[in-house]
């Protein structure tokens, strides 16, 4: 176990992380941040940077009383959606290893089709059991898991991602994700709801946090509820247009599944734009 | 990826601070510049996300901003907007908190500019209650005495001296497990 030398080591991380990390750059100059005073609304970035940064702070809000998901006192910001883009959730079912053809597994009979996925290894499954997670009030966010110790199917390298056109709802697929889900890959099997689950989407200011609301149509409610059910204490993935922007825990905190009564809401540190961009990219948002 | 979607403007979006402002600009210019990386960089070893931790900088700067004819007359201007910024970065955790469970199980070099242990350092401190997290920063990081940590986070120092000596061991049981260096070799 660690001896009281290790003061020293923390320190010594803390101030090095520290002193490399203030060498960066501000965004923009103090005018465009004294411009914004008096207007909640930031900056809106390109298209590049709201997908990252939205994915990067995304959650499937796992709320410890879920089915009771809280209203807004705000007034919300109604959006209009093109309906153009694809939206799911899916069961996650192990992460993949980088596409890495040239040192892939050895496949008898040439190259995998992206079509045929193998299951993932019994290590590399991300079920409730291996991934244990234990409702715990010290531990990060309220639990602790195994999550930490559970790596990429390794021989899933030799599989290209799928592509977006094959991303079909009945479908196993392989996708990359997004930072905010983690990066690397994701093997994800078929959706439990789609965009048509969607009745409205709907962005939501409150304490100067930005959130999107979705809320399910009753046959979407049931389907969520049972894919929610199925990977409690296991991870779902948001995927939007054949990337995985996020991938939360479902319910870690609680010792048992509740419905969530045909809400879910995604949230995060998100600007108003950059929430409006993406809850318009659900179809049923209206 | 096409963009067919607008959004309704928010009417708080339409408001400008405008009229008399007494603010000096300039100095908070010179606040604003000279402050940034320092905010910056505590921010990013409590989120361990660039990306939110500069969103999180610029909403603490503009907090103090909007207070500045305040702020300003302060002896620590940046103490204050320090404590804001790291009550934020605490709050975001609250908020990411579903998806911190994969977050650590990201490829760090698919971000070539940063390094490995700046990840698992930014890991191991949110394993860690905010306000020790908080203790820990403040004064093994930024080198604030055991009074002063406790004066900033309101504690006890018995209670701060006991949370530094515990975190310090969580967090460097953490860089132990890793495979990589905890600091920089060079």
Same mark, same amino acid.
């Given at each position: 176990m660690p001896e009281p030398t290790d003061d020293g080591v923390v320190a010594s991380a803390l101030r090095d992380v520290l002193r490399t990390a203030a060498a960066t750059r501000p965004p923009e100059p103090p005018a465009d941040l004294r411009a914004r005073s008096g207007r909640r609304a930031r900056r809106v970035p390109d298209l590049k940077l709201v997908l990252t940064v939205a994915a990067a702070v995304i959650v499937v809000a796992v709320l410890v009383t879920a089915g009771v998901v809280h209203r807004s006192a705000k007034e919300p910001v109604h959006v209009s959606g093109s309906g153009r883009h694809s939206f799911s959730i899916r069961p996650v079912l192990c992460y993949a290893a980088p596409y890495a053809p040239s040192s892939a597994a050895p496949t008898p009979g040439g190259l995998p089709t992206s079509g045929v996925l193998p299951a993932c290894s019994p290590s590399s499954a991300l079920t409730a059991a291996n991934i244990g997670i234990s409702p715990d009030a010290d531990g990060v966010g309220g639990y602790t898991s195994n999550l930490g110790s559970i790596v990429p199917?390794?021989?899933?390298?030799?599989y290209p991602s799928t592509p977006v056109a094959q991303v079909t709802a009945g479908a196993t697929v392989l996708l990359p994700g997004e930072p905010g889900a983690g990066g690397g890959r994701f093997v994800l099997g078929p959706a439990g709801i789609t965009g048509a689950d969607v009745a409205s989407a709907t962005v939501v200011r409150q304490s100067g946090q930005v959130s999107i609301d979705l809320h399910l149509t009753p046959a979407g409610a049931t389907r969520w509820d049972d894919l929610a059910r199925r990977q409690f204490h296991a991870i779902v993935g948001v995927v939007v247009d054949g990337r995985v922007v996020s991938a939360p825990v479902t319910q870690p905190t609680q010792s048992s599944f509740t419905s969530f009564d045909g809400s879910l809401q995604i949230s995060g540190s998100l600007t108003a734009a950059q929430a409006g961009r993406l809850a318009s990219w659900i179809p049923g948002s209206r | 990826m096409g963009d067919g979607a607008t959004l309704e403007e928010?009417?708080?979006?339409?408001?400008e601070d405008r009229g008399m402002d007494r603010r000096d600009a300039v100095g908070f210019d010179a606040f604003y510049t000279d402050s940034w990386g320092r905010l910056f960089a505590q921010a990013y070893v409590l989120t361990g996300d660039r990306e939110a931790a500069k969103d999180l900088t610029q909403e603490a700067l503009l907090r103090a901003w909007r207070r500045w004819d305040r702020?300003? *007359?302060?002896?620590?201007p940046e103490g204050w907007t320090r404590r804001v910024l790291h009550n934020l970065c605490i709050e975001s955790w609250r908020r990411a908190t579903a998806r911190l469970a994969v977050v650590h199980l990201a490829t760090p070099t698919e971000s070539p500019d940063i390094p490995v242990h700046h990840h698992e350092l930014a890991e191991a401190m949110r394993s860690l209650p905010g306000r020790q997290a908080r203790a820990l920063l403040l004064h093994?990081?930024? *080198?604030?005495?055991v009074p002063e940590t406790a004066a900033e986070l309101d504690a006890p120092e018995g209670t701060v001296r006991s949370w530094l000596s515990r975190s310090r061991k969580i967090v460097a049981a953490h860089i132990e497990q890793?495979?990589?260096?905890p600091v920089r070799r060079s």
């Amino acid at each position: 176990m660690p001896e009281p030398t290790d003061d020293g080591v923390v320190a010594s991380a803390l101030r090095d992380v520290l002193r490399t990390a203030a060498a960066t750059r501000p965004p923009e100059p103090p005018a465009d941040l004294r411009a914004r005073s008096g207007r909640r609304a930031r900056r809106v970035p390109d298209l590049k940077l709201v997908l990252t940064v939205a994915a990067a702070v995304i959650v499937v809000a796992v709320l410890v009383t879920a089915g009771v998901v809280h209203r807004s006192a705000k007034e919300p910001v109604h959006v209009s959606g093109s309906g153009r883009h694809s939206f799911s959730i899916r069961p996650v079912l192990c992460y993949a290893a980088p596409y890495a053809p040239s040192s892939a597994a050895p496949t008898p009979g040439g190259l995998p089709t992206s079509g045929v996925l193998p299951a993932c290894s019994p290590s590399s499954a991300l079920t409730a059991a291996n991934i244990g997670i234990s409702p715990d009030a010290d531990g990060v966010g309220g639990y602790t898991s195994n999550l930490g110790s559970i790596v990429p199917d390794g021989a899933l390298a030799a599989y290209p991602s799928t592509p977006v056109a094959q991303v079909t709802a009945g479908a196993t697929v392989l996708l990359p994700g997004e930072p905010g889900a983690g990066g690397g890959r994701f093997v994800l099997g078929p959706a439990g709801i789609t965009g048509a689950d969607v009745a409205s989407a709907t962005v939501v200011r409150q304490s100067g946090q930005v959130s999107i609301d979705l809320h399910l149509t009753p046959a979407g409610a049931t389907r969520w509820d049972d894919l929610a059910r199925r990977q409690f204490h296991a991870i779902v993935g948001v995927v939007v247009d054949g990337r995985v922007v996020s991938a939360p825990v479902t319910q870690p905190t609680q010792s048992s599944f509740t419905s969530f009564d045909g809400s879910l809401q995604i949230s995060g540190s998100l600007t108003a734009a950059q929430a409006g961009r993406l809850a318009s990219w659900i179809p049923g948002s209206r | 990826m096409g963009d067919g979607a607008t959004l309704e403007e928010h009417p708080e979006g339409q408001r400008e601070d405008r009229g008399m402002d007494r603010r000096d600009a300039v100095g908070f210019d010179a606040f604003y510049t000279d402050s940034w990386g320092r905010l910056f960089a505590q921010a990013y070893v409590l989120t361990g996300d660039r990306e939110a931790a500069k969103d999180l900088t610029q909403e603490a700067l503009l907090r103090a901003w909007r207070r500045w004819d305040r702020i300003a *007359g302060y002896d620590d201007p940046e103490g204050w907007t320090r404590r804001v910024l790291h009550n934020l970065c605490i709050e975001s955790w609250r908020r990411a908190t579903a998806r911190l469970a994969v977050v650590h199980l990201a490829t760090p070099t698919e971000s070539p500019d940063i390094p490995v242990h700046h990840h698992e350092l930014a890991e191991a401190m949110r394993s860690l209650p905010g306000r020790q997290a908080r203790a820990l920063l403040l004064h093994d990081g930024l *080198g604030l005495t055991v009074p002063e940590t406790a004066a900033e986070l309101d504690a006890p120092e018995g209670t701060v001296r006991s949370w530094l000596s515990r975190s310090r061991k969580i967090v460097a049981a953490h860089i132990e497990q890793s495979d990589q260096p905890p600091v920089r070799r060079s």
